[in-house]
């Protein structure tokens, strides 16, 4: 502020440019005093309302990974988190103009975190789906984050919550994606047995033609591992049955796979091989 300019109003004699007398009135010292009051109450006032921008921008600037280069020029501000009006003596540490850039500056780093705050989304929206699909698992609806979009347009979720929210969802989608990741392996070996096995059957059908066609040794040698892999079914079956349920008993939930129960597939896929079996024997009987 203008030093001699606020002294001037107290009184003009006290301004040392005018070569007056100075008056020492009782007037005169409340004036000043009452001026004293009023400044320091202003001080206060400022430095509240900077320590409130400081902390706004400290928490843009964390939000958005702000680089600490681009945090030197309001370095001042958000040094002044913790000290009183009394501890401050930096002459223009508290100017209009600084209050007024901080407030600007607060402002434009929201706009952008609001901008930041959707690609943000989007990322994390993307990485949960890939977590998901991975592993088989529902997918968050696309309704759910149309959702959550308005709601960040319309000031509904504040964005610290946004992303503790998306981080607690990738966070539970890979605790559980590893918590099926034994049950995976299994399936993914099961579903290639069962290739084999429907590879097998066609091969069985066609046995003839092979053998009399080039690459029938090829296609024996592969016949042969195919039957290895296509006995250990059942014991594979099982094993993912109790493993399924073990897990489910856990976690107090049902198992989904592309969003179809799993043991409902399984026990299914069981039934189903079963009769195919008997049929198979009942086939060997009539020819027999």
């Known amino acids: 502020m203008d030093s001699s300019q606020i002294i001037t109003k107290v009184h003009p004699s006290l301004n040392e440019l005018s070569r007056l007398s100075k008056n020492i009135s009782n007037g005169t010292l409340e ?3 009452t001026t004293v009051n009023s400044l320091q109450a202003e001080k206060h006032i400022r430095l509240e309302r900077l320590q409130q921008l400081g902390k706004a921008l400290a928490n843009l600037w964390n939000l958005m990974d702000t680089p600490s280069e681009d945090r030197q020029y309001f370095f001042h501000v958000t040094s002044l988190s913790s000290v009183s009006s009394d501890e401050i003596f930096t002459t223009g540490g508290l ?3 600084i209050v007024q850039q901080v407030e600007y500056e607060v402002k434009r780093l929201d706009q952008l975190k609001a901008s930041k705050m959707k690609e943000f989304l ?3 929206g993307a990485e949960l789906e890939e977590i998901c699909s991975r592993s088989h698992m529902e997918i ?3 309704l759910e984050m149309e959702k959550i979009i308005n709601q960040l347009n ?3 979720i504040d964005h610290a919550d946004l992303v503790t929210s998306m981080n607690e969802q990738i966070s539970k989608a890979e605790e559980e994606a590893f918590s099926r990741k034994s049950i995976m392996e299994k399936i993914e070996k099961w579903i290639l047995a069962c290739n084999e096995e429907q590879w097998l059957d066609d091969y069985s059908r066609d046995e003839n033609r092979y053998s009399v066609s080039r690459g029938a040794h090829k296609k024996l040698k592969r016949a042969e591992r195919a039957r290895i892999m296509v006995n250990k079914i ?3 079956v099982d094993s993912l049955i109790s493993k399924t349920k073990s897990w489910e008993e856990e976690r107090n939930k049902v198992f989904l796979y592309d969003e179809v129960p799993l043991l409902a597939m399984l026990e299914e896929y069981d039934m189903l091989r079963k009769e195919k079996e008997e049929e198979k024997q009942r086939q060997r009987v009539m020819h027999s």
């Open 31 to 33: 004036k000043l005093d």
């Open 95 to 97: 100017t209009l103009n």
């Open 140 to 142: 968050p609806s696309t």
């Open 122 to 124: 989007f990322k994390k």
């Open 154 to 156: 319309s000031g509904e």
């Open 234 to 236: 059942p014991a594979l």
